[in-house]
């Protein structure tokens, strides 16, 4: 590969040889025919399952040594756990909640803390006072023919009924009927939600009308005697286990009465919702989701494989039911676009903001309303109305309650009675209970307030979330050989999540007789599955919270007081206690204490950076949390002990701010000791003006009216005022309607490229073309002999690149921005890093990385089961591996690593939102304004945590001398050796680089090389896939190569591969990283065989997609033709023709 972006391609090569031999080892990118799916029989699933007597007998080591005080003797249940000695010593234990041992579990892989449920700390938790006093909102209809009671004194003249109507665009969207008259013949069954009115007293009802699908379910089991299991499932979100004992004791009696079992190891995978509905309603995780069936934030759920989705196939009744805002929804996710269930009313909460918009009651706000008790009550009254109008026919049944129990210590309290109505409705009934699976959970503890930040027991509440199951008796009685109830009360004492509930779902499905689709095997249901299993199958005690894909920070196994090993949860509360108080105390100690207020912790959580070292020497290490006004800090701690007793936390590091501020509040800014702002202020500060001061001084009207005078001044001023500028200079004039087209480049309905694209073919005849962007004079080039003369040629008429204001601290550092000598002087430096020599030095980061991403595709596959893996995703992650080890000489983990801080910020760098697009507008056409305003051209949160990287290696560098291979290393070493200036014959001299110039153009390396590479490597693998012709030769000549290298692959293997190089190069003519370059007229400048002359400061601009996408230069331009960069080919056309990179002394250093 000879072409003046070798080393750019380099880098793209390797990673598309990588890729390749990913295809070599049958890691299919492109999805296969399907494989056929093996059906196994019910007698099959049943023979395998093993003697859980047998099984509890191999592991008596593993039970539990709790006792728990429910003020009544031990139940029988838990005294069949406890080892004699230990019942020994409950008996001498007076008034005591625990014994000696104090683990709530006990395993192999987990040990958890005990839980000291009624801690004194947590005596709010019982309190029963309402939330507030609103008047009623929602009410039920009981199933009666027609509203035959209607409350408060009023007649049937004075009442209406609205319907309330689903609307098929979106599950957040209704309609409301017209108002009906109540009249003898209104038959309300047929209605699913609607409102009554009488007055100013309005209820919501909802119904259970016949459709024609639960019809045709009804009459499929009509006749037949052996029906399946029924499933009641239903949960509170924020509700630890602790919190279910402590808010519900009447609840709890008559769920031990009736043979409940409590999950004392039920953890959860993360501190979020939606995670643990992915794990107990859908089996995936969150990455499962993404590359399976909801594939962004805003997907449609309708496609992921909700277990309801496998009872309805099997003709159950469904129904799914939950509160507020829902967690498919919440946050402009896309809900479910199709009714997912026989029975969704989901639009029936959000109608009832509408109505209570529509019809205000006095004393009721929002958010008491959405928090009222009565809405929660409603949702367990219509879940226990249902299972009673299906009781005959087989139902799978969810419901959840958000908004009363969401971070929320004391109002699960208010629904004691609720619940124990709910249960005891379901015993009352035999034909229910005999068949019904019913279990009671939540996603995750209270992660908010003072009870989680009291001390070690708020991060157990955190992660251990309430799961109590009861089995049908008809399950006993028609598998009596299995033992069912004995193999749950055993699994009741492991280590569990959301992912064991779906499978038990499932297995009680296929015990009822159901079907699942042909691709669940048998082994869905195996033991040996460490990350998920049937709780109906013996669980291992070796499981570990890495084995069930528990997220990092969450996990509360093998921790107590003692350890200082990071994975501690306890000492990480500690760190981040610290780092807080450290924070506030800058606050208290600036001159703006009185105006912004202290940070509090909306969640100790953290975050392993991993950019140096962790606290795997127990020593020093970095840590990440949230605090509340919203944002993120970074800070590098040393931690002190001695003898395993933790002694001493010290600050070693500034703190960095890796988030912007919200738009929610006034920001004041100070100089401490610290490099950031650190300081939110408090929302109630404001200017010391106020609006009627203004009012007093001014009229409205003439204020307006001056307003709109002056911008529509300064729009003419800016777009209108300066059009004659390119005619009576003699150069034709390209014009457009200025205000439409910055809008449309605003809103990115359009790109800069897609306009300079317009002017190069509509000017087809002329060499060069005028621009005028705002009042900057531009000049479009689209004659080649030109362009060369631009280029190299005339190149000190041209040294320069349009003034850009890029970094409020490093503007002056940047090579890209520099002017003149000191732009020669960093590029003589710069330029013999990026030689062959020092490029094959970095080839075992090169390999290294691309084993892991060999891995990283297995690992997909194996995960998710699909021949497809998400491209995007999956290169991002391998360049950026690939930029923190060739630019800073460490493991950047991104394949490795889910949530690695490296590709987070990397993806947040590059990502494509308004304000990256206006950024990328008035930098382009105002670049001073930016400089005034002191406008960063990179998004602040992701450049702090490069800068404090980067500024972290260096420091290493400057502490420590070892053998780095990196950009950063190569760097130093060039700063230090004679550079000469070769164009002007200048003596020898010395150029000194300071650490101010290697940070700032790391940090152009990470952004330039992340999205360039990326994109080129996806767009690689895309056409290799459509063009299968062109991948197996592609193929073919890495096996050829590679064989004449014995196997190995090198750097001088790779350039070798001339038709990988054709490949590239097609696909950066198609899609070039740079759809445009420019320079700046630095002497006056007389376009040859003209009499126009370009004034200095003249922007030239070069739309090299334009000239990429020119049939005169390229047949075809739009079709993918590795062929057009044959030798033959290329030696046919204008080397100015292809340049991807630019061309002269000023093209792209990292090409």
């Known amino acids: 590969m000879r072409g003046t972006y070798k080393g750019f391609l380099f880098i793209t090569i390797s990673c598309t040889a990588f890729i390749t031999i990913c295809n070599y080892y049958y890691v299919e990118i492109i999805p296969t025919t399907a494989k056929r799916h093996i059906k196994t029989s019910l007698k099959t699933l049943l023979n395998l399952l093993p003697d859980p007597k047998s099984f509890l007998d191999e592991s008596p080591d593993y039970v539990t040594n709790e006792i728990e005080n429910w003020d009544e003797p031990l139940h029988p249940e838990i005294q069949g756990f406890l080892k004699d000695d230990d019942l020994e010593r409950s008996k001498n234990c007076t008034n005591c909640s625990i014994i000696k041992d104090k683990h709530t579990i006990k395993t192999a892989g987990c040990k958890i803390p005990y839980i000291e449920i009624f801690k004194p700390g947590f005596k709010r938790s019982v309190n029963k006072n309402p939330l507030c006093s609103n008047v009623q909102i929602v009410a039920l209809l009981n199933e009666n023919d027609q509203i035959l009671q209607l409350q408060g004194n009023f007649t049937k003249e004075n009442c209406s009924v609205t319907e309330v109507l689903r609307s098929n665009t979106s599950d957040e969207a209704f309609v409301f009927s017209k108002p009906m008259e109540i009249v003898d013949t209104l038959d309300v069954r047929t209605k699913e939600v609607f409102f009554t009115r009488c007055g100013n007293h309005i209820n919501i009802e909802a119904n259970f009308p016949m459709k024609p699908q ?8 009509k006749d037949k005697t052996d029906l399946p299991f029924n499933v009641l499932f239903f949960g509170f979100d924020t509700t630890s286990r602790a919190k279910f004992h402590r808010s519900l004791p009447q609840a709890m009696h008559l769920m031990r009465q009736m043979g409940f079992l409590d999950f004392k190891g039920y953890h959860s995978v993360a501190p979020y919702t939606l995670e643990n509905f992915m794990g107990f309603l859908l089996g995936l995780d969150n990455p499962g989701v993404r590359s399976t069936c909801a594939p962004k934030w805003s997907s449609s759920w309708d496609a992921c494989p909700h277990i309801w989705n496998y009872y309805s196939k099997s003709n159950f009744v469904t129904m799914y039911v939950e509160d507020g805002s829902q967690t498919f929804n919440w946050g402009g996710q896309g809900g479910f676009r199709k009714q997912p269930t026989d029975y969704y009313i989901h639009y029936l909460f959000r109608s009832t903001l509408a109505i209570r918009r529509n019809y205000p009651l006095p004393g009721v706000t929002a958010d008491c309303f959405q928090q009222n008790l009565n809405i929660p009550r409603f949702v367990l009254e219509y879940q226990e109305r249902f299972a009673k109008k299906f009781e005959k026919t087989p139902f799978f049944t969810f419901a959840w309650n958000n908004d009363a129990t969401h971070d929320s210590s004391d109002k699960l309290a208010g629904l004691d009675e609720s ?19 019913i279990i009671l959970v939540s996603d995750h503890g209270i992660r ?8 070690k027991f708020g991060f157990l509440e955190r992660s251990l979330p309430g799961l109590f199951i009861r089995l049908p008796e008809a399950l006993h009685r028609k598998y009596p050989q299995f033992n069912f109830r004995d193999v749950l009360k055993f699994n009741s004492r492991r280590l569990t999540t959301g992912f064991d509930i779906y499978h038990t779902l499932k297995h009680l499905l296929v015990l009822g007789g159901g079907n699942l689709t042909d691709n669940e095997t048998i082994a869905e249901f195996q033991p040996v599955l460490k990350d998920r299993s049937s709780l109906l199958v013996p669980i291992s005690g070796d499981r570990t919270c890495a084995d069930v894909n528990v997220q990092i920070g969450s996990c509360v196994c093998n921790t107590d007081d003692e350890s200082q090993a990071w994975e501690n949860p306890f000492l990480r509360h500690k760190l981040i206690r610290f780092a807080f108080n450290e924070l506030n105390g800058l606050i208290e100690s600036s001159k703006y204490r009185q105006m912004c207020e202290r940070y509090r912790p909306i969640m100790l959580t953290y975050e392993t950076s991993n ?44 703190f960095i701010r890796n988030t912007a501020y919200g738009r929610g509040s006034w920001c004041v800014g100070f100089e401490t000791d610290e490099d950031q702002t650190l300081i939110s202020s408090r929302n109630n500060y404001r200017p010391s003006v106020s609006y009627s001061d203004l009012k007093q001084k001014s009229s409205s009207l003439a204020s307006a009216v001056f307003f709109a005078t002056t911008i529509a001044f300064a729009w003419w001023w800016l777009t209108e005022a300066n059009n004659d500028y390119w005619p009576k200079r003699g150069v034709p004039r390209a014009l457009l309607k200025e205000f439409a087209t910055y809008m449309e480049l605003l809103t990115a309905k359009k790109k800069l490229q897609d306009v300079d694209l317009y002017y190069y073919n509509k000017y087809k005849s002329e060499p060069f073309v005028g621009i005028m962007e705002l009042r900057t004079p531009s000049i479009l080039i689209r004659d080649l002999e030109l362009l060369k003369k631009i280029y190299v040629k005339d190149f000190d008429h041209f040294a320069n690149r349009r003034k850009f204001h890029f970094d409020n601290e490093y503007n002056d550092y940047f090579l890209f921005g520099l002017d003149d000598q000191p732009w020669k002087d960093l590029r003589s430096v710069m330029g013999p890093t990026f030689t062959s020599g020092k490029l094959k030095r970095m080839f075992d980061y090169f390999q290294r990385s691309g084993s892991d991403l060999v891995q990283y595709v297995a690992d997909q596959k194996r995960k998710t089961g699909l021949d497809s893996v998400e491209l995007r995703d999956m290169y ?29 910020h990397g993806q947040d760098m590059i990502k494509n939102d308004f304000w990256r697009i206006f950024r990328g507008m008035v930098f382009s056409l105002s670049p001073g304004l930016m400089s005034f305003l002191r406008i960063p051209f990179f998004p602040a949160g992701p450049t702090s945590f490069f800068k404090g990287v980067i500024k972290r290696v260096l420091k290493e560098r400057h502490e ?39 940070l700032a153009n790391g940090l152009v390396f990470i952004i330039a090389g992340f999205e360039g590479t990326e994109t080129l490597l996806t767009l690689s693998t895309y056409y290799c896939a459509i063009y299968p012709e062109i991948q197996n030769r592609l193929r073919e000549e890495i096996e050829s190569v590679l064989e004449e290298n014995k196997g190995e692959s090198s750097y001088d293997a790779i350039m070798k591969m001339e038709y990988l190089n054709m490949v590239l190069s097609e696909v950066l003519r198609l899609h070039p990283p740079f759809t445009r370059t420019e320079r700046r007229v630095t002497k006056e400048y007389q376009i040859p065989d003209t009499k126009v002359v370009l004034p200095v400061d003249t922007i030239v601009a070069i739309s090299i997609l334009s000239v990429h996408h020119d049939e005169k230069h390229f047949p075809e331009p739009q079709k993918f033709d590795p062929e057009r960069f044959s030798a033959e080919n290329k030696a046919n056309r204008h080397p100015y023709a292809f340049m991807p990179f630019g061309h002269g002394p000023r093209n792209c250093i990292g090409q």
């Open 214 to 221: 639960v019809e045709r379910k009804i009459q499929y089991w």
């Open 876 to 904: 991002g992650r391998f360049v950026m591996d690939l930029i923190a080890s060739t630019t800073f000489g460490f493991e950047g983990q991104c394949l490795k690593q889910e949530d690695s801080a490296f590709m987070k």
């Open 448 to 455: 908010y307030g003072d009870v989680t930040q009291a001390d």
């Open 611 to 654: 950019v140096l070292r962790n606290f795997t020497n127990r020593t020093e290490g970095f840590i990440r949390f949230s605090t509340k006004p919203y944002a993120t800090f970074e800070v590098q701690l040393r931690v002190l002990h001695e003898n395993s007793t933790l002694d001493k936390i010290e600050r070693i590091s500034k």
């Open 419 to 437: 619940i124990t109505k709910l249960l005891g409705t379901l015993r009352s009934s035999r034909d229910i209970l005999e068949r019904t699976m």
């Open 960 to 998: 420590k001398h070892g053998n780095y291979k990196d950009f950063v290393q190569l760097m130093l070493e060039s700063a230090n050796k004679t550079t000469s200036d070769e164009s002007e014959g200048a003596s020898t001299t010395r150029y000194k680089i300071t650490d101010a110039n290697i």
